[in-house]
């Protein structure tokens, strides 16, 4: 990892890439320009069969903050970041999973590291995702899970007006944009594989509340994201079943740890 500051913590940004080369180029030029100076950007691509993996072989082999990792095979977003992580500087701080249909405002990272550094207590945080292509309109201020296991993504559709412009615990960070401490995901050996996509943020941020860390929402750092993009890459059938079953896992795996 290239860094011009030794004052500020090193973050390492996990981006899985999974057949979403047409949105590679937007992602990473907009991460390339984050005003933090220490970070480094580690590109995983979950076996891509559309070009991604010679597209940033042939593009971003000679950026130095960013090392590109390429699976053998799709590992699903949960086991694509854990092999990410593998790779991530042993000096970093922080780990931010971020989706590789997004683009980040410069001050973005700064933001998340800033409240983190203010708070030892909180364990993951979440930036404010707003919906790609739309005129300020809110994709998630955090996320709920309720009574009966529905996910409840707050603001979403809302127009952005400030509704939700203050830092607050919320019960889980979407992974789409989120900072963990690098010991927390150490110590909770990162998201279970077995989930391969979705609910595993939900999953991992109930292990770290059950260690006594919160989970926050952070307006100031800003993320837009083009939902669901990557998922729309699987067959409908294998989307609902991960869905259906992994939110089932989410409500029973956290518990049955914590009374083991």
Same mark, same amino acid.
């Given at each position: 990892m290239k860094s011009t500051n030794n004052c500020t913590p090193?973050? @390492?940004i996990i981006i899985v890439n999974y057949n979403g080369k047409q949105f590679l180029n937007d992602c990473l030029h907009s =991460? #390339?320009?984050t005003d933090y100076p220490n970070y480094e950007v580690i #590109?995983?691509?979950n076996g891509s069969s559309d070009g991604s993996a010679e597209y940033i072989t042939h593009m971003f082999k000679d950026y130095p903050r960013i090392t590109i990792a390429l699976l053998d095979k799709n590992y699903g977003f949960s086991e694509g970041n854990n092999r990410g992580s593998s790779f991530i500087n042993k000096k970093s701080k922080y780990i931010v999973f971020l989706n590789n249909d997004t683009k980040v405002e410069k001050s973005w990272l700064k933001e998340l590291v800033n409240v983190m550094e203010l708070d030892k207590n909180i364990g993951v945080a979440q930036a404010k995702l707003l919906i790609m292509n739309k005129n300020r309109v809110i994709d998630c201020a955090g996320a709920l899970i309720s009574r009966i296991g529905q996910v409840i993504s707050c603001g979403y559709g809302q127009k952005d007006l400030g509704q939700y412009d203050c830092i607050r615990e919320?019960? /889980?960070a979407k992974?789409?944009?989120m900072i963990v401490r690098r010991n927390l995901w150490q110590v909770l050996k990162g998201f279970e594989p077995l989930f391969f996509f979705y609910w595993e943020d939900a999953d991992f941020c109930w292990r770290v509340r059950l260690m006594g860390y919160k989970i926050v929402f952070i307006p100031n750092s800003i993320v837009?994201?083009?939902s669901k993009a990557t998922i729309s890459k699987y067959y409908f059938s @294998? =989307? !609902?079943? /991960?869905? !259906?079953r992994n939110r089932?896992?989410? #409500?029973? /795996?956290?518990l049955i740890l914590y009374i083991a």
């Open positions: 090193s973050v @390492s =991460v #390339l320009q #590109l995983i691509d919320i019960f /889980y992974g789409a944009a837009y994201h083009a @294998s =989307v !609902s079943f /991960y869905d !259906s089932i896992f989410t #409500l029973v /795996y956290p």
